[in-house]
């Protein structure tokens, strides 16, 4: 698989642009993280990549099995479904409205869901999880569609520590399997352990490169910031 380079990529929420001619490269077998400030664009991203959102400019390398995780802890609230069947869901698009699933199915169903550890929970309702674990099963569903891009916007936000570091595991064992996974986080060390990091600001790459570049980039613009007033 090759790096998925994007170029002078415009893309506008209403009349304003969400993202301003915006170059990165995203490498495969490795973890991107999108960092930056509430607004910069970091979602608007991840839907242009998803393409469920209209671009301007070229994206190179963008597969066509792609997997999108939103962050959606109320998801539960709504519909009355089990973990399993939520995590099922994710196979809708390769197989279409699924009935009983086959064994094959369920098998990789229960390997999303051992990959975040909630196996255990398979049979429970979403809407008797916890944030975190509504959030895992959200991953296991990205997960399980076997996708070479897998995009997920701020999967550990509501998690607690336990969950976060299951989160990333499952997420580095998607990497070293071959795919790119490109990972929205306002959390340091999700940031920390990733292999490449882009840091936006409204709209606009400010710098582009390894983790622990991104992360110093990002705490002089905060402290610039805080200096400013
Ligand atoms: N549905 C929408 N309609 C109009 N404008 C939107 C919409 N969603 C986002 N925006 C705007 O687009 C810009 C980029 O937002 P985006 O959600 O991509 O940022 P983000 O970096 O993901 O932020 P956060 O960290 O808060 O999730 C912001 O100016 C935001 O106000």
Same mark, same amino acid.
């Given at each position: ?11 506008? #929420? ?9 170059? *990165? ?5 490795? =973890? ?8 910069? !664009?970091?979602? +608007?991203?991840?839907?242009? @990549?998803?393409? +469920? ?11 066509? #099995? ?7 802890? $109320? ?10 069947? +939520? ?11 699924? !009935? #009983? /699933?086959?064994? &094959?199915? %369920?098998?990789?169903?229960? &390997?999303? /869901? ?13 809407? +008797? ?13 990205? =997960? ?16 607690? *520590?336990?969950?976060?570091?299951? =989160? $990333? *595991?499952?997420?580095?064992? /998607?990497?070293? %399997? !071959? ?7 306002? $959390?340091? &060390? ?8 882009? @840091? @936006? $600001? #409204? !709209? ?5 490169? *390894? ?8 705490? %002089?613009?905060?402290?610039?910031? @805080?200096? /400013?007033?």
């Amino acid at each position: 698989m090759r790096t998925i380079e994007l170029h002078h990529v415009t893309a506008h #929420r209403g009349a304003r642009p969400a993202l301003d001619d915006v170059g *990165a490269s995203l490498p495969s077998g490795a =973890i991107t993280a999108l960092v930056g400030d509430n607004g910069s !664009g970091k979602s +608007t991203l991840l839907e242009v @990549l998803a393409g +469920t959102l209209p671009h301007a400019g070229r994206i190179d390398g963008l597969p066509a #099995r792609r997997a999108l995780v939103v962050q959606r802890t $109320d998801l539960g609230d709504r519909l009355p479904l089990t973990a399993h069947a +939520t995590v099922a869901m994710g196979l809708w698009a390769e197989r279409g409205l699924l !009935g #009983r /699933l086959r064994a &094959a199915d %369920r098998a990789r169903v229960d &390997a999303a /869901l051992d990959a975040v550890c909630m196996r255990e929970l398979a049979g429970a309702g979403l809407s +008797t999880l916890s944030g975190g674990q509504r959030q895992r099963v959200l991953v296991a569903q990205g =997960i399980v569609q076997d996708a070479s891009l897998v995009l997920l916007d701020e999967p550990t936000a509501s998690a607690d *520590a336990a969950s976060r570091d299951r =989160i $990333d *595991a499952a997420l580095r064992a /998607l990497a070293l %399997r !071959g795919a790119t996974v490109v990972v929205a986080t306002h $959390d340091r &060390a999700s940031l920390a352990r990733a292999d490449h990091a882009v @840091l @936006l $600001d #409204r !709209g606009r790459v400010v710098v582009e490169g *390894a983790p622990a570049v991104v992360a110093a980039a990002q705490a %002089r613009r905060a402290a610039e910031a @805080l200096a /400013l007033g």
